[in-house]
């Protein structure tokens, strides 16, 4: 089941935990994947969630339809780029640890999904934050293994280099010529 924004629903933080918290109901509460380190804001604050954020609620979920995420998982990775787009700081681009593919002509649209390449492995991103240059994504793949011992896991945040990001539909054609 889709959870449906209201009115009620309300963005804080919970500084014993260090976590950006979502009040959905009196009982149930969403903690953002983001980690403290990448936190702009720590220190206690209650704002609703706004209209803005149920546009791009719905947005996300409807892009990642195609995709084979149960519900749950579905609302998880969309409700953590919602709250990684307010409330995480500036990100620097780590790109080299992806390997550059240079297929696109123009910048990303909101809700995209691309494949990236690692030395290691493949994994998908959307992009949350659209840029010229490099955009703003969260890892929808199970996890990335950027190293033997750095990966990101499922909703993790990361800004690469547009030039790193794989249209998902040419992806299959680029990573058999690999093999």
Not at 66 to 86: G, Y
């Amino acid at each position: 089941m889709i959870l449906v924004p209201d009115e009620s629903w309300r963005w804080s933080f919970d500084e014993q935990r260090q976590k950006i918290l979502l009040d959905l109901t009196d009982d149930m509460q969403f903690a953002a994947a983001i980690p403290a380190k990448q936190l702009a804001k720590k220190s206690a604050f209650t704002e609703p969630f706004t209209v803005d954020d149920s546009s791009h609620y719905f947005h996300l979920l409807e892009c990642l339809g195609e995709f084979p995420f149960t519900d749950p998982e579905r609302v998880q990775i969309v409700l953590n780029s919602i709250a990684a787009v307010k409330y995480a700081r500036p990100l620097v681009s780590q790109s080299w640890y992806y390997q550059d593919v240079n297929m696109l002509s123009e910048t990303p649209e909101l809700g995209e999904v691309f494949s990236v390449v690692t030395a290691s492995m493949y994994g998908d991103v959307m992009v949350i934050s659209p840029g010229s240059t490099a955009s703003l994504c969260i890892v929808i793949s199970q996890s990335l293994e950027l190293e033997p011992d750095k990966s990101l896991k499922q909703s993790a945040v990361c800004k690469l280099m547009n030039s790193k990001l794989l249209p998902y539909q040419a992806a299959v054609k680029y990573l058999s010529k690999m093999a």
